[in-house]
């Protein structure tokens, strides 16, 4: 099993992530814990040097599997179904500008939370209809990069747009995008879905990335998802890519992440 965990390249807001700051030091800590890559946080690909980072990376022979989009909602508040077409179009260009970046580390580009929430006035068919306009044209700016974009189903309290496996997977369909699959992650698949293994062979070579949190958000054995169920299943569907890790810096970053690999290489055995 391929091991990442998330990193940011910026101070960020959201509380699931571990690493934000000293990108050298927390970089050495990761390798040094075990850890195979970096899942990069990036709200804006254009005040990041790519070269640069990847290059830090390397050094300590880090790979960066995706890069993860959600800042540019949370700090920003760019959505793909947004009511006013300017944010919407700044949305679907912050994606696009996220390409070369993400080919040249060969990385999944996330879209999580920027797909956004259907806000007030606006139906969910019409957010529905801009969510599969932005992701078409996402996917081809993407292709053309040699790069695969996936689509997070979300838990019903951060958005009401594709929140479980079955969602998603009917979404990419009528987006037709061959390079468009799904990340699923396992603390918003604890709230959605009936049973996580179950879903997870269901939607079968559809799964291009996976996050791990535990069903309170904690490391993967805070809490009371069936990791050995995950796994099993993604054994099953014969999947070969990244788990992530995702979680809350509890009781503090470092030890999150040390009890999140020695519990996972663990368990996979
Ligand atoms: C992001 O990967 C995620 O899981 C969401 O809860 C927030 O974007
Ligand atoms: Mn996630």
Not at 205 to 221: I, L
Not at 243 to 254: A, H, K, L, Y
Request: negative net charge; charged residues 20%.
């Amino acid at each position: 099993m391929k091991l990442s965990i998330v990193l940011s390249t910026q101070p960020a807001q959201f509380n699931a992530v571990a690493f934000k700051g000293d990108l050298e030091a927390n970089a050495r800590k990761i390798a040094g814990w075990g850890y195979d890559g970096v899942e990069l946080a990036i709200r804006d690909p254009r005040l990041v040097d790519g070269p640069a980072l990847l290059d830090l990376l390397a050094r300590h022979g880090l790979a960066a599997p995706a890069i993860g989009t959600g800042q540019a909602w949370g700090e920003e508040g760019l959505s793909y179904t947004d009511p006013d077409p300017a944010v919407r179009q700044a949305a679907i260009q912050r994606t696009i500008d996220h390409v070369p970046l993400a080919a040249q580390a060969h990385a999944l580009i996330i879209i999580g939370l920027l797909r956004g929430i259907v806000k007030p006035g606006v139906s969910h068919q019409q957010a529905m209809t801009w969510l599969v306009d932005a992701l078409q044209r996402a996917c081809a700016a993407a292709h053309a990069g040699g790069v695969r974009i996936c689509l997070e189903p979300i838990n019903r309290y951060e958005t009401t747009l594709i929140n479980t496996v079955s969602e998603g997977l009917d979404l990419i369909e009528r987006v037709g995008a061959a390079n468009l699959g799904l990340l699923v992650d396992t603390f918003h698949m604890n709230i959605e879905e009936p049973v996580i293994a179950d879903s997870i062979r269901a939607a079968g070579d559809q799964v291009h990335h996976v996050h791990v949190a535990d069903s309170n958000r904690w490391y993967p054995g805070a809490g009371h998802v069936d990791f050995a169920g995950v796994l099993g299943a993604l054994a099953v569907i014969g999947y070969d890519g990244w788990v992530s890790g995702e979680f809350m810096p509890r009781p503090d970053p470092d030890t999150a992440a040390r009890r999140a690999i020695k519990y996972l290489r663990r368990i996979e055995k």
